[in-house]
T-cell receptor
């Protein structure tokens, strides 16, 4: 079975631009969460989606948005990029909404210049 | 109250030794405590997890010890191997209406010398 797939793997953007990151969950997983991992730190929670509805939002500005599609894949959008948005963006999926093991993708490395 | 504090920041162990990483939390509503292993350029991978109704869980060379009254938990890696060299994160989460988000510690960079 394929694991959590994220695309692209690497991305370079200029300040002020917008970016869209994509996540395909493990087959049968309905819960998708997004995390931001700045170099040298632990991942920080951004969003959780379950059954196409937002179920949780971390302490991130409104420049960050996400959505989940009927096939349970998800997109994370970041507008008006800042240098500080440079990070590894991780997608994690679970079979259900419940508090169980989360499976992470390999992440998208975003560099803002 | 949502923080999870992890120590040490870095750890160097000889092959065959025991690696011990500690975490402490404040929010007593946390009810799931996983440990993740992350290699450079990869996403975190679950090693082992525990719930607060047990004090210890062992899987192979990895053991979690959990002290509910002290609000602390630790990861012990027995017979540490060079292949264990990675960054380790403790985390905590709770079932809540706002989503079962994971709150991560700051990470421990483990180096196992041959």
């Amino acid at each position: 079975d394929a694991g959590v797939t994220q695309s692209p793997t690497h991305l370079i953007k200029t300040r002020g631009q917008q970016v869209t990151l994509r996540c395909s969950p493990i087959s049968g997983h309905k819960s998708v969460s997004w995390y931001q991992q700045v170099l040298g730190q632990g991942p920080q929670f951004i969003f959780q989606y379950y059954e196409k509805e937002e179920r949780g939002r971390g302490n991130f500005p409104d420049r960050f948005s996400a959505r989940q599609f009927p096939n349970y894949s998800s997109e994370l959008n970041v507008n008006a990029l800042l240098l500080g948005d440079s990070a590894l963006y991780l997608c994690a999926t679970r079979p259900q909404y419940m508090n169980t093991e989360a499976f992470f993708g390999q992440g998208t490395r975003l560099t803002v210049v | 109250q949502q923080q999870v504090k992890q120590s040490p920041q870095s750890l160097i162990v000889q092959k065959g030794g025991i690696s011990i990483i500690n975490c402490a939390y404040e929010n007593t509503a946390f009810d799931y405590f996983p440990w993740y292993q992350q290699f450079p350029g990869k996403g975190p991978a679950l090693l082992i997890a525990i719930r607060p109704d047990v004090s210890e869980k062992k899987e192979g060379r990895f053991t979690i010890s959990f002290n509910k009254s002290a609000k602390q938990f630790s990861l012990h890696i027995m017979d540490s191997q060079p292949g264990d060299s990675a960054t380790y994160f403790c985390a905590a989460s709770m079932q809540e209406t706002s989503g079962s988000r994971l709150t991560f510690g700051e990470g421990t960079q483990l180096t196992v010398n041959p």
